[in-house]
């Protein structure tokens, strides 16, 4: 029987036929180690055959066994031939993605320094494999990250490889090798897990910063949405990077070009506004504003000001309420009350603060009380007593007087064409206030003094007498 012949039919079993086609292949292999019974093709034959069960765990339960992973193990690292290790590693990294506590079977293995070098091997086969491998066991296990870095050179290994995919970037033609763009995203996924559950080493990462910002940059690569892999897991392994470094600033914000990141940042930013709906926000769009805001911590003075200038509203914007028109900035403001997406809910104003330098008078001028008040609260920062009066633009933009509350220019807002209401029709709403703040006071809603009772001690409130009556003309 042909190989493909043996590979569909394998792909066809299933039940008690399956169960007994990978008991047999795991009991084949494992015997192997020991006595090498198989002829290099027999082997990797059936290694490729064990990855065709081992796809569905449902009645491939030897593979999965900590028995099981040692031998796909054994085979991966401890064979001299590439074909049979990658063929091993494969049905690892499946087994490893489809059941969590095969994870650490593999790390009691103590197989860090073999799986280390191998990642030092320029194939991006084996960049693939490995970096994937190491990507799952940073979930449910106790692997020593460190010890990887310290004593194993994972950091450099991972950088080196980033080079590497620098380097090969085309100006002019996009990288279309499909293994080259899968090694990438799995390296830059394990950086940005290593850097997150292992903070204290992160500068070992700090020099893949130039690397990243390359593949960001001038990468050219066939996406169907603008964060597909690998640029979205190039974005997120930004965040977690030492960007203040003095000796990557160059390579973040170059002399010739120092808004070359910031404004491909942006502008991934501004194509993702179509490019998503509400339910792929979070995990598409939240990272790229988090690394937005962590460059502009570290930005020189006039990237933060290009940064301002894109994503603050402009004064096109306050022709109208702000966030009512189709721009970046309005788009911003519109998602940070989106209660589809709480992740970017809560990292738009995060980012729209510091863009005010953190001050709250300033925040509540650039996105209107409207916007700030709810963040303000939930931060705990005190709400600018002059909070409620007009303002005004930016020191040299238009001066014309802004609402605070929408951040319109009020010369813009459109007032209804109503009557004003007369006295009578005041009066009776205020007593419908009146009533309204004295059930809720009794249901123990709001524990504030009713403003129309407090009115009418202060003298600011005239009843009028039952005689009444509204002039007419």
């Known amino acids: 029987m042909s190989s493909s012949s043996q590979l569909y039919r394998a792909a066809m079993l299933s039940g008690p036929e399956k169960l007994a086609a990978a008991t047999s292949l795991v009991n084949k292999l494992t015997q192997d180690l020991s006595s090498s019974t198989l002829l290099s093709h027999q082997r990797d034959a059936a290694l490729e055959e064990l990855k065709i069960y081992g796809r569905d765990p449902r009645n491939a339960d030897p593979i999965f066994t900590k028995d099981g992973i040692e031998m796909l193990t054994r085979h991966a690292f401890d064979s001299s031939s590439s074909t049979t290790s990658r063929n091993a590693l494969r ?9 969590a506590e095969t994870r650490q079977f593999f ?25 994937r491998l190491l990507l799952l066991t940073t979930y449910d296990t106790d692997i020593k990250l460190e010890r990887l870095i310290d004593e194993y050179q994972l950091a450099d290994s991972m950088t080196k490889h980033l080079e590497r995919h ?3 970037l085309n100006d002019e033609k996009p990288t279309t090798d499909p293994m080259h763009i899968m090694a990438l995203t799995e390296t830059v ?19 893949a910063i130039p690397h990243i910002v390359t593949l960001l940059c001038k990468g050219l690569y066939q996406v169907s949405k603008p964060l597909d892999p690998p640029i979205g897991p190039l974005v997120n392994a930004l965040i977690n990077l030492d960007l203040g470094a003095k000796d990557v600033q160059s390579s973040l914000c170059p002399s010739t070009k120092p808004t070359i990141l910031s404004d491909r940042l942006i502008s ?31 930005a020189p003075q006039d990237v933060q000001v ?27 403001l519109k998602n940070s009350t989106n209660a589809m997406a709480p992740k970017l809910r809560e990292t738009i104003p995060i980012l729209l603060f510091d863009l005010s330098d953190k001050d709250a008078s300033k925040f509540i001028e650039n996105v209107g009380y409207g916007f700030a008040s709810g963040f303000l609260f939930n931060q705990n920062i005190p709400i600018p007593e002059n909070a409620s009066k007009a303002i005004r633009g930016d020191a040299g933009s238009s001066e014309r007087p802004i609402n605070p509350v929408t951040g319109q220019f009020l010369d813009s807002e459109r007032h209804a064409d109503v009557p004003e209401m007369t006295d009578a029709e005041k009066e009776r709403e205020a007593e419908k206030l009146f009533v309204l703040f004295q059930r809720l006071q009794a249901n123990g809603v709001i524990s504030v003094e009713n403003p129309i009772r407090t009115a009418v001690e202060q003298g600011r409130f005239e009843e009028l007498p039952d005689d009444y009556q509204e002039d007419v003309d």
């Not at 197989?111 to 320029?122: F, G, S, T």
């Not at 996924?189 to 020099?207: D, G, R």
């Not at 940064?307 to 788009?331: A, C, F, M, Y």
Request: proline content about 4%; hydrophobic content about 40%; some cysteine.
């Open 166 to 168: 620098a380097e090969q």
């Open 306 to 332: 290009s940064i301002r200038q894109k994503l603050l509203p402009t004064e096109d914007d306050r022709n109208e309420v702000l966030g009512s028109s189709s721009s970046l900035p309005s788009w911003l």
């Open 107 to 131: 790390v009691d293995l103590g197989y860090e320094a073999k799986v280390c070098n191998k990642l030092k091997n320029d194939s991006p086969d084996d960049e693939f494999l490995v970096s």
């Open 189 to 207: 996924k394990l950086l940005f897990n290593i850097t997150f559950h292992c903070k204290e080493k992160a500068s070992s990462l700090t020099q």
């Open 268 to 298: 991934l930013l501004n194509q993702s506004k179509t490019a998503y709906q509400d339910e792929e926000l979070e995990n598409a769009v939240a990272p790229l504003l988090a690394a937005i805001r962590v460059l502009y911590a570290h």
């Open 91 to 99: 049905c690892l990294c499946n087994a490893l993605y489809l059941k």
